[in-house]
DNA sequence: TTGATATAGTTACATTCGTAACCATTATTT
DNA sequence: AAATAATGGTTACGAATGTAACTATATCAA
């Protein structure tokens, strides 16, 4: 069949793998130290670095799916590396802030996670890589 | 908590987001007008690029896991966009090939593809797109 | 030839995921 | 104030996933 399309050049497929490929690098490392799932990594990270907020600003700042923002909280909450505290105002809302095991965590991780930033950014060169972040950030308004 | 790390320019992230972004708008052409999935679609696509293949050449050439292609085949199947061929030679091997319905829905899937490469292509301008698909290309290796 | 190893593909199982329904609380309308 | 709607968050359920075990066939080695 002769078709001008190619699925190896194809957008979507090309920028699924370069993610992946991109993404699993430093999930090993999350992964196998720690047992977390990418959710986590990234709830974590987000209180890491925001100190404390809710569920709901998670989500809006991870882009997770609020399910996914829930079921990572709960389990970050069982290993004790943060806890909730119901806001006063609005008893509907859970305030949420990592312990100190949870900041250490964090902290290690970020330190994982420079190294490996600094490792892509080698490969790619430091011109290629910024102008590639320049393009994915471009795309989130696509 | 003072960092020199932010999520929201870590690589890993980006990429994550702004492959959503960008497969997510196809997927919604193949899932809402066939009822597919991303493996359904891309075992699709590389039989209708390539031809007759086996399960493993699939794999190869889409890098999904073998058993997303299993499936996938199975549910193409059912809907009679495929047929397997018993291999002659190697009795293991199921040789897999569009039947006319699916090298139709293939047909059709393949202009919205095109469709929607263009108007990627237009939102990044040209010069853009093409640095993108290089550099994505080039994280292959990494 | 027979026993061990490798390969093609499928299936069982446990985990993860997204949709939708749900509870509790707060805000809005009448 | 009572009824209704909206919001924060969790949960139930079905679908999709990955790992590992499996069947069947083929290859290799002794």
């Given at each position: 069949?002769?078709?001008?399309?190619?699925?190896?050049?194809?957008?979507?497929?090309?920028?699924?793998?370069?993610?992946?490929?991109?993404s699993?690098?430093?999930?090993?490392?999350?992964?196998?130290?720690?047992?977390m799932t990418r959710s986590e990594w990234r709830v974590l990270a987000t209180l890491?670095?925001?100190?404390?907020l809710t569920a709901t600003e998670i989500v809006t700042h991870t882009g997770l799916h609020k399910t996914k923002v829930s079921r990572a909280v709960f389990s970050i909450?069982?290993?004790?590396?943060?806890?909730?505290?119901?806001?006063?105002?609005?008893?509907?809302?859970?305030?949420l802030?990592?312990?100190?095991?949870?900041?250490?965590?964090?902290?290690?991780?970020?330190?994982?996670?420079?190294?490996?930033?600094?490792?892509?950014?080698?490969?790619?060169?430091?011109?290629?890589?910024?102008?590639?972040?320049?393009?994915?950030?471009?795309?989130?308004?696509?």
């Amino acid at each position: 069949m002769k078709t001008e399309f190619d699925l190896h050049s194809f957008l979507p497929f090309l920028m699924h793998h370069a993610s992946e490929k991109v993404s699993f690098g430093f999930r090993d490392i999350y992964r196998d130290q720690y047992r977390m799932t990418r959710s986590e990594w990234r709830v974590l990270a987000t209180l890491g670095q925001y100190g404390a907020l809710t569920a709901t600003e998670i989500v809006t700042h991870t882009g997770l799916h609020k399910t996914k923002v829930s079921r990572a909280v709960f389990s970050i909450e069982q290993r004790r590396w943060l806890k909730r505290r119901q806001d006063e105002q609005d008893r509907r809302i859970l305030r949420l802030e990592l312990t100190s095991q949870g900041q250490s965590a964090f902290a290690s991780l970020c330190k994982a996670g420079i190294a490996y930033d600094q490792k892509v950014r080698d490969f790619l060169g430091e011109d290629d890589f910024s102008r590639l972040s320049a393009l994915l950030t471009k795309l989130n308004d696509l």
